[in-house]
């Protein structure tokens, strides 16, 4: 059997794991708000309309924020036809998802459902068709406590007190030319320092996102980073990175080891910001806001359906349906995040419900757990305190896009004599036995130990099957002499708690 081994010592840290590092994303698109997050119909809805079973999924997942309104919503959407009475709501055209928007759930009712779940709010700006005024309209709205029309309206709307939302996207994606206002990065990087400034006048302590590349794989990827940030980077705190990963061309070895990419693109994005930073003389550091990622299938989206020339309210769109490779996928790439939380300040999977999301839901229907749902949830309630340099010893597999890469990847975090290992096996056929020398960490007890892996590597949940691919207690963990041993099957994610 092939073997690998990792090195834990507790002296050699990353940085402290950022709570932000387990965000999501809700946009208006498909069905993520409307008989997602929010059906007032259904048999769980509160008196906000909110599905209370899918809150009860969002704080299991253990989201700690979540963006919003967009996403490509964000660059048409004007934010004043989702506040006030239900009533007086306007409907619009939906450009971006060619939709039928109703504006029946909007800031308002967005800052109700995170209190209710307990997440921090994310608000994103439209610097597409909008600009500076439209933005500093939505931040007195949403932040000034009362005595000016727009804090004086929230309150008449019902919240007297300020929604103090303090972290704050400047717009989306507007690199890419499928944005509504689509903008050069000269442009779009004194847009976003303009409204920067205004909006810190106001509220100095805001903590500000510019736009980053829509994905590595941009022409002007690296030269927007650097254009944008030569423009902004003494106003705004993170630039944002967006990827996506899916097997599109039946190469699933290349697919495992995704992680690889993005390890690569948070290297070269904070490589671009620092040589800015050198460039300004500035003494400031800019983060990254990782604030869309997961697994998507692009055109092979399943579960999308209706007339796509048809203006329709919450039609299906990329309802994608993740099986047990995607899940190991997910808990690779949060490997990846957390082994750069040095430089990555937020995270948020995209999306919540329904739209490529962890969590499914059928109108008048029951909510369940994608397969994803569960490395989610499971290294957002493991991982605290420091998160440790691993050294790592592996077998390798060959991979079309990426060349050699290891078959074992591995992450741990420690916190006050507790220890989390979060390990994937992307090899597609060899089972691997991992040691783990632990000595250096006190540990003596393995505690919880729970494994992902299949004997269908595309087998999935469903509403009728809701646990088909579910965590499984792992077996022949041993720990002796401060060594840890355990056996990885083929395409698999595994999570230890020790203490």
């Known amino acids: 059997m092939p073997s690998a081994s990792l090195i834990l010592d507790p002296s050699f840290t990353v940085a402290p794991v950022n709570r932000r590092t387990f965000g999501t994303f809700v946009e208006h698109m498909g069905r993520c708000v409307y008989t997602g997050i929010y059906e007032p119909g259904h048999a769980t809805a509160d008196e906000d309309g909110f599905r209370k079973d899918v809150l009860e999924l969002t704080r299991e997942l253990g989201v700690s924020l979540v963006r919003y309104p967009g996403g490509n919503f964000v660059s048409g959407y004007r934010w004043e036809d989702g506040v006030g009475p239900r009533a007086d709501r306007p409907r619009r055209l939906e450009l971006a998802w060619h ?28 610097l597409g068709t909008r600009g500076v005024q439209e933005a500093l309209d939505l931040q007195e709205y949403a932040n000034h406590p009362s005595g000016t029309a727009l804090s004086d309206l929230r309150a008449e709307h019902g919240a007297a007190s300020p929604y103090g939302i303090k972290l704050w996207c400047l717009g989306n994606e507007l690199d890419g030319p499928w944005q509504i206002g ?13 409204t920067a400034r205004a909006m810190r006048m106001v509220e100095p302590d805001l903590e500000l996102v510019a736009c ?18 030569r423009e902004c980077y003494d106003v705004v705190d993170h630039i944002s990175c967006h990827a996506y990963y899916g097997d599109d061309k039946d190469d699933p070895a290349s697919f495992l080891a995704s992680a690889v990419d993005m390890d690569r693109f948070i290297d070269a994005v904070v490589a671009s910001a620092d040589a800015v930073g050198a460039e300004l003389k500035s003494s400031r550091r800019i983060d990254i806001s990782f604030d869309e990622w997961n697994v998507w299938y692009g055109d092979r989206s399943r579960r999308t359906d209706g007339d796509p020339d048809a203006w329709e309210v919450a039609p299906r769109r990329i309802e994608d349906e993740y ?17 750069h939380s040095d430089r ?8 919540l419900a329904n739209v490529i999301a962890p969590i499914m839901t059928e109108p008048n229907g029951p909510a369940w757990r994608q397969p994803t749902f569960h490395p989610f949830a499971i290294t957002s309630r493991l991982a605290a305190g420091q998160v440790l340099r691993v050294q790592t010893t592996s077998p ?3 991979t079309e896009k990426f060349g050699e890469v290891e078959a074992v990847d591995a992450v741990a975090t420690y ?8 390990l994937v096996n992307r090899s597609l056929d060899q089972t691997i036995e991992v040691s783990v020398d632990v000595s250096r960490t006190g540990v003596t007890t393995v505690q919880e130990a729970l494994t992902m ?6 087998a999935v949940n469903s509403a009728t099957q809701p646990d088909r691919v579910v965590p499984r207690e792992t077996e022949g963990v041993r720990l002796e002499n401060g060594k840890l041993t355990i056996s990885l099957p083929p395409i698999s994610w595994t999570a230890l708690a020790l203490a």
Not at 107 to 123: H, I, S, T
Not at 453 to 458: G, N, V
């Open 182 to 194: 689509h903008k050069t990065a000269s442009e779009y990087g004194r847009i976003a320092a303009e």
């Open 415 to 422: 916190d006050d004599g507790k220890l989390a290992v979060f």
């Open 99 to 126: 939709s039928i928007e109703t504006n029946q759930f909007g800031l308002d009712e967005f800052v109700r459902w995170c209190a209710k779940a307990g997440v921090e709010p994310m608000m994103a700006i439209n």
């Open 396 to 398: 390798t597999i060959s």
């Open 344 to 351: 990555v300040a937020v995270a948020c999977l995209a999306q």
């Open 453 to 458: 892996a299949d004997d269908d590597r595309l």
């Open 323 to 339: 099986n047990l490779t995607d899940a190991v996928v997910v808990g690779n790439l949060l490997i990846s995040l957390l082994r």
């Open 212 to 229: 980053g590349s829509s994905g590595s794989g941009m022409p002007t990827f690296g030269t927007w980073e650097r254009e944008v940030l």
